[in-house]
């Protein structure tokens, strides 16, 4: 504050002694608000909410069952209709253009469950969806929907041979090509394909209203953003020739090899079953399963259609007079950052709820071989998303975790520390520390060791996770195969789990935590300067980065810088610099920062939208990351998130900040905008304490 009178800078001074105390008052309302929610097993759960297509598949399964007059089904029905837009589209986040397959899905969800097509707000959804385009539009999964109930023909439908589960691993194409989430969905849905179990319906509920073309006449599927390639050979023409080949095959019945491939399709869903929250732990893959099931022939109270059944139920909510499903549940991930956060606050080990929510993040820990074992030979170790979803640990959760345990055990004045070796085998976790660790080092012996134990092992995996081009994905290891995404199968946009840089950021992130830096020796040094090489060789020329997991530059600019700091990567560098400056530039007149899902869309958007909580929240983090915490901006983000702030210590939040697949689902977690402020808000506390 060069040039300021006394009386200036003690005014300057004060108002920032009063900011502080005002966000500690802040961040005491929230720890309350967030200790009030846990459950009494120690973890915290809140509802994870998307689009309409939750409500409308689960009615057309329904009706595929013949169930579609059920109460439940009803319930389900009125929340469609809540969650029209006025012009009478659905779409994928609140505001946005219509989906077409969503609308189409939802106007025959209402027709089966009884509405008029006549009423205002059926003619406003056949309107809109005439002016998209209409049905013909739908992609792929839409049109296996409308095949099941009889609206269009199998043969429409893009070809799903089971015969692919026979495929060895060093096959350029075999399903642990494709990403996780595609393999969960894949395998059910290879045996539907096989068996083409369609209903037959009354006219009376069809939708041929909704067809433009004939469906033989619909436009080609493809995956969004790849454009129909010009030339002579292509994957896009290969695999159409395949599909079409396929297509052929089926249709003379020249399948030698159908009965063996449908005994192992089916076992490998069976396996999948245990110790999971469903088949993948997620809504798609659980309702193909259960369909699947039936068409083999399983009755429909069988323990096994039973099992999907149940945990399709576990996934619904009562919403008032309506009904809503989650696409799945997000218990480790909600606990582990409620856990970073309230650390942050200053809440670990020595006080009982912190406690009672490690130990059940310590319960969910991974100690079972899964589908990742097909191209990486490590120990089990890390964590999942959900309740149980034991054949699918991710990088994501598993780095959270890591740094929950850290923060908690550090808000309790002890270490958790990697000491690296040359090789991974004689590389160690430590717990160390001073003061109130003495006390719990009796008390919690056990714990400690169990903690050490859980993150060598993580580590371990984590590493072994490791891309080829020095990032990680998801779910698998080198899941990079682009070409597959020109497959017509391929048009939810997630055929494949290649390196991101948030996800890779948050990673290192982790290792920074435990003391691991761009200086440490032996594999884990080499494993982060990898990383930090793939985290720059990725950042966009504005500064920024891209956000798979969450919306979207905000996000990714704030993971990888939050990432690099925490590996050594100075506060002066020029990416770190870059990075800070774009956050500083996409600060809104109020403070805040948003922006919209419509930039993967259109990526000339980023850093545009509506304010929000948690993006505002990791904006500031990655700011203060960067060594701006005393910035003008970052004290005018830090009053929004306050002036903002209800008086129960959460804030709302209507905006959708989580990404499922760009393009295609996004997510609303609702607890971004209650823990991120916390951590934010905690951070620049400690932050300007040191200063």
């Known amino acids: ?36 929610h846990q459950h009494a097993d120690g973890h915290w759960c809140a509802e994870l909410e998307g689009d309409s297509i939750l409500q409308s598949e689960y009615i057309l399964l329904l009706a595929w069952l013949g169930k579609e007059r059920t109460e439940i089904a009803r319930r389900c029905a009125a929340h469609l209709l809540k969650q029209q837009e006025p012009n009478g589209a659905w779409t994928q986040f609140p505001g946005a253009p219509i989906d077409v397959g969503s609308s189409v899905k939802a106007y025959f969800a209402l027709k089966l469950t009884g509405h008029d097509a006549a009423a205002d707000y059926m003619v406003r959804a056949r309107n809109a969806i005439l002016e998209a385009g209409g049905a013909d539009k739908v992609n792929s999964f839409t049109r296996f929907y409308l095949a099941l109930l009889g609206q269009i023909p199998f043969e429409l439908c893009p070809a799903v041979p089971p015969e692919m589960v026979l495929l060895p691993n060093w096959s350029p194409i075999n399903i642990y090509r494709i990403s996780s989430w595609s393999r969960t969905i894949f395998v059910p849905l290879s045996i539907v394909w096989a068996h083409r179990a369609a209903r037959d319906i009354v006219e009376d509920v069809s939708i041929h209203e909704l067809f433009i073309r004939k469906p033989e006449d619909w436009p080609e599927l493809r995956c969004p953003g790849l454009e129909k390639p010009a030339g002579l050979f292509s994957w896009d023409r290969f695999f159409r020739t395949a599909d079409s080949g396929l297509k052929l095959l089926e249709k003379y019945g020249l399948r030698p090899l159908r009965k063996r491939a449908l005994r192992q399709a089916q ?41 999907c059944l149940d945990h399709l139920e576990r996934l619904v909510l009562e919403d008032g007079e309506t009904t809503k499903l989650q696409p799945c549940k997000s218990p480790v991930w909600d606990t582990s950052i409620t856990l970073r956060a309230l ?144 497959v017509p199968f391929a048009d939810h946009n997630a055929m494949i789990d290649p390196s991101t840089p948030d996800l890779s950021a948050r990673v290192i992130e982790s290792f920074g935590r435990l003391g691991v830096t761009i200086e440490s020796p032996g594999k884990l040094g080499d494993t982060v300067r990898r990383a930090v090489a793939y985290i720059r060789a990725n950042q966009l020329s504005d500064g920024s980065w891209f956000g798979r997991w969450g919306v979207n530059y905000i996000y990714g600019t704030w993971q990888c810088l939050v990432g690099l700091r925490a590996v050594g990567v100075p506060a002066n560098d020029p990416a770190i610099e870059q990075g800070k400056l774009w956050l500083l530039a996409h600060q809104q007149a109020c403070g805040g920062w948003g922006e919209s899902c419509e930039t993967y869309e259109d990526p000339s958007l980023r850093g545009q939208g509506s304010p929000t909580a948690s993006q505002t929240a990791w904006a500031l983090l990655g700011i203060i990351a960067a060594g701006g915490a005393n910035l003008a901006e970052v004290v005018h983000g830090v009053q929004y998130l306050m002036d903002t702030q209800r008086e ?10 989580g990404t499922g697949f760009p393009r295609v689902f996004y997510l609303k977690y609702h607890y971004y905008p209650i823990y991120f402020p916390l951590l934010a808000l905690a951070e620049w506390n400690r932050a300007t304490a040191r200063s």
Not at 279 to 295: D, H
Not at 345 to 353: D, F, I, M, V
Not at 648 to 657: H, L, S, V
């Open 1 to 36: 504050m060069e040039g300021a009178s006394p009386t200036a800078s003690n005014r300057i001074s004060q108002y920032a002694v009063d900011l502080r105390a005002k966000a500690r008052a802040a961040v005491a309302s929230t720890c309350d608000w967030l200790l009030s």
């Open 267 to 307: 076992q490998w869903m069976l396996d999948r079953f245990q110790q999971s929250d469903g088949p993948g732990a997620i809504f798609p893959p659980i309702v193909w399963s259960a369909i699947a099931l039936r068409t083999l022939g399983y009755a429909e109270d069988s323990p096994e259609i039973q099992y």
């Open 343 to 486: 650390a942050a606050a200053g809440l670990g080990l020595a006080q009982e709820p912190t406690c009672r929510g490690v130990e059940w993040l310590l319960s969910k820990e991974v100690r079972v071989p899964g589908d990742w074992t097909n191209n990486v030979d490590c120990e089990p170790g890390g964590w999942f998303f959900e309740y149980e979803n034991a054949f699918y640990p991710d990088n994501d959760d598993t780095s959270m975790g890591i740094m929950a345990l850290a923060d908690q055990l550090a808000a309790a004045n002890i270490t958790l520390e990697v000491h690296p070796g040359e090789t991974l085998a004689n590389t160690s976790v430590v717990v160390g520390g001073r003061g109130i660790a003495e006390q719990l080092a009796g008390s919690s012996a056990a714990m400690m060791e169990q903690a050490a134990a859980a993150t060598r092992r993580a580590v371990a995996w984590m590493v072994a996770m490791q891309n080829k081009d020095g990032g990680w994905g998801a779910f698998d290891k080198n899941n990079d195969a682009e070409f597959l995404c020109h």
């Open 648 to 657: 129960d210590g959460a804030w709302d939040e209507i905006e959708f900040t």
